[in-house]
């Protein structure tokens, strides 16, 4: 069984024990990426339960450095996520809500700590939102067993997904591995089930009033980043100001985006020069938002009530918030995706190169690929890149450089404010040619083409690429093949690493050997 499958098969065994749980003394919520009280599923759980027992409402944030080390977290997400619990506990205070936050060493005593601190606060029922990583989905099923050998139940619920993993079937009653008749089925489940956009409400205020005994669980300290995740004063101011956290500024930032923007997301989605997209994987990476408020927000803002209806703009916006969905329905049914696997086998068979100065050069943003080089310099100094040019990257990466794709999908969650395991496998396995994609792997984009069509008069490169400041709109895409080398020389800017021509050639013949290898 698949660790999704073996999750539900254990709710299914507990169901009937769960059921006979007794209330206890408080109910427990405990935040992992669902970080906001708004529209978080599992916590109206817990607040309506707590209601309808009228006892309190305890939340728990339990930090592992190990969980940071897992998903291979970048600084700047960890001191965004710290940021954010900082935030959240200051919302559910108001609410009369303690949010209790602790540090716990090992990734593995965190379950035995959780069942520990309900045993203290007299708790019996503890719930929270799924998260479908492998590992998490085993914790999980531990934990709802050991609860239950306690006589305690566990519900963790789907929430993180607009429609659950495992709800849409193709024709042959399988998970699609094709994005757009997945896409179709996913918009027709939503009209058909309308009742997945409702909003679920915030947790009430705490239906009993928190006890005495319990105040200490009240303003609790913000851990620091643990070792290795920390940033400087200077990165500090820098990404604080870049990237106002918590749920009120995803929400102002949703709102602003759909008020002014979403009409031109079509046309202008494309180009990094351009503020045309939402901004928003930020705040959906650290649940500071949910799928759900996007989609619904977006869909209010229609002149159709159909997803795939009304205004373009709005249209192709939700289709890509369905991206997030798919590579999360996708991971849910082959997991190995985000376990450094390609989807389609024999691409484990690639040769790779394994040049540490062309990894270096694509790392720092210095290939002599000028496009290239703008969108590395735009992730090292902000978190976050434009999405043609994430694709571009990979691609060049994968295919120009024919290095290991792996590697560069290890540096994107090192360095991504958003950095989201199924979102980011799920875009390397395209880019590289070896995820769901039925495009063949002789797709390889032409980075200078690409430089030409989306960056046209060179503004996204002369802002993150000040040595070719100078150049005009035609040279500054190929300074040393179009003239301008000497300008580019003289400012320090490097010749192409690989000629692109050659380079396409070299992976062709490297892809084909691998899917004709025994
Ligand atoms: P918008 O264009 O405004 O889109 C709205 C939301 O839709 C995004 O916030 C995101 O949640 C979702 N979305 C859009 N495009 C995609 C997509 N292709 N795949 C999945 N979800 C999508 N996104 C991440 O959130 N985290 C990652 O680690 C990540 N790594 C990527 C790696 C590669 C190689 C590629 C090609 C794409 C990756 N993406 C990742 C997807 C996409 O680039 C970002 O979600 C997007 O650039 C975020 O900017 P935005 O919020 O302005 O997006």
């Known amino acids: 069984l698949r660790p999704m499958e073996e999750l539900v098969r254990m709710q299914r065994e507990y169901s009937e024990a769960i059921n006979k749980v007794p209330d206890g003394d408080a109910m427990v919520h405990w935040f992992k990426s669902d970080l906001r009280c708004s529209d978080n599923k599992a916590l109206s759980l817990a607040s309506a339960r707590a209601q309808e027992a009228g006892v309190p409402l305890i939340a728990v944030y339990l930090v592992s450095p190990q969980d940071f080390e897992a998903h291979i977290t970048a600084p700047i997400r960890v001191d965004f996520i710290l ?43 503890l719930f929270a939102n799924l998260e479908y990583e492998v590992d998490e989905l085993r914790r999980e099923r531990g934990i709802i067993k050991s609860l239950a050998d306690k006589g305690k139940s566990f519900q963790v619920v789907h929430d993180t997904c607009v429609v659950a993993p495992g709800e849409l079937k193709s024709g042959s009653g399988n998970q699609y591995a094709v994005y757009t008749p997945w896409y179709r089925s996913w918009v027709a489940h939503i009209h058909n089930n309308l009742d997945l956009l409702e909003l679920f409400d915030s947790p009430a205020k705490n239906p009993a ?32 100001a870049m990237w106002p956290c918590g749920e009120h500024e995803a929400r102002k930032r949703l709102d602003k985006f759909c008020d002014e923007r979403i009409g031109e997301y079509d046309d202008k989605r494309n180009i990094p020069s351009h503020a045309g997209t939402s901004n928003i994987s930020v705040h959906l990476a650290a649940g500071t938002i949910s799928a759900r408020t996007c989609v619904r927000v977006a869909r209010d803002r229609n002149k159709s009530k159909k997803l795939d209806g009304g205004l373009q703009g709005i249209q192709t916006w939700v289709s890509e918030v369905a991206w997030r969905d798919f ?45 290239v080089d703008a969108a590395m310099r735009q992730l090292n100094h902000t ?75 060179g503004d996204y490169i002369r802002k993150w690429v000040p040595e070719l400041k100078g150049l005009t709109n035609k040279e500054i895409h190929e300074p040393y093949g179009r003239g301008a080398g000497d300008k580019a020389k003289k400012n320090g800017y490097p010749k192409p690493v690989v000629e692109h021509a050659a380079a396409r050639n070299r992976a062709l013949a490297a892809y084909k050997a691998a899917t004709t290898s025994d």
């Open 327 to 371: 590579y999360r329905h996708v991971m849910v049914r082959w997991p190995q995706v985000c376990m450094n696997k390609p989807f389609k086998p024999e691409f484990a068979n690639v040769e790779w190169v394994y040049n540490e100065d062309h990894f270096k050069a694509w790392c720092e943003g210095k290939t002599g690929y000028p496009i």
């Open 209 to 240: 009033k928190t006890r005495a005994t319990l105040k200490h669980l009240f303003g609790c300290d913000i851990p620091s980043a643990p070792k290795g995740k920390t940033l400087t004063a200077e990165e500090t101011k820098r990404f604080h």
């Open 383 to 457: 978190g976050y890149m434009h999405n043609r040019c994430r694709m571009v990257v990979a691609s060049f990466l994968s295919k120009d450089l024919l290095l290991d794709w792996r590697k560069g999908e290890r540096y994107f969650m090192e360095n991504l404010i958003d950095g989201d395991v199924p979102s980011n496998s799920g875009g390397w396995g395209w880019s590289a040619g070896v995820g769901v994609d039925p495009q063949p792997y002789f797709r390889i984009f032409n980075p200078l083409r690409q430089s030409e069509r989306f960056d046209p008069d």
């Open 83 to 125: 940021r954010t619990l900082k935030v959240l506990q200051d919302d559910l205070s108001k609410l009369d809500i303690p949010l209790y936050i602790e540090t716990v060493d090992k990734r593995k005593q965190l379950p035995n700590r959780l069942m520990e601190l309900m045993d203290e606060w007299g708790a019996n029922h």
